[in-house]
């Protein structure tokens, strides 16, 4: 069994597209283990994608994923990292294949409507940076 991380993204909340993706998910019988709306801070932003601080579109990855609320998730099931990956498609929705999520409710590579975790130790502390422990379904 393996957790994942998830955000619908601000341009996707504010289209109206949460339920149409958390329909996805639970039809792909990935369990939802924890589940919130919020909005981040500019210092959520921030650290949530430190990772890409020196990158060109840092500035307006954070403008844009402050820009209103998002549903933060958990996602648990057999390989629920690759599996949640598969669902979104890439990262540039103009690339994305056919059915995924990022194809069908993306605007472009930066408002591309949903997040998900790449690899076990990313996954651990993303849901640790937006969950606390006691808010997971065991
Ligand atoms: P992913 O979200 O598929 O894991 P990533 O980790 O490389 O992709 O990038 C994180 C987010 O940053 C991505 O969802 C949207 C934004 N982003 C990535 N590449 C970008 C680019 N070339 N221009 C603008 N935003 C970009
Ligand atoms: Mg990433």
Redesign the pocket.
């Known amino acids: 069994m393996e957790r994942t991380f998830a955000i619908i993204k601000p341009d996707a909340v504010a289209r109206h597209l949460a339920g149409d993706i958390l329909k996805r998910i639970e039809a792909s019988g990935l369990r939802v283990v924890g589940l919130r709306l919020t909005q981040l801070s500019r210092a959520d932003a921030e650290s949530f ?1 430190a990772v ?1 601080k020196e990158r060109p ?1 840092y500035g ?2 954070c403008d844009y994923m402050t820009s209103g609320p998002v549903i933060v998730a958990v996602l648990a099931g057999e390989g629920a990292i690759k599996r949640w990956r598969d669902l979104m498609g890439a ?1 540039d929705p103009a690339k994305a294949a056919a059915g995924t999520i990022r194809k069908d409710f993306g605007q472009n ?2 408002q ?1 409507a949903t ?2 975790s ?1 690899a076990p130790e990313t996954a651990a502390q993303e849901i640790a940076f937006f969950f606390r422990g006691l808010e997971l379904l065991p």
């Open positions: 994608y890409h579109f307006s990855l990262t590579v930066e591309n997040h998900g790449d």
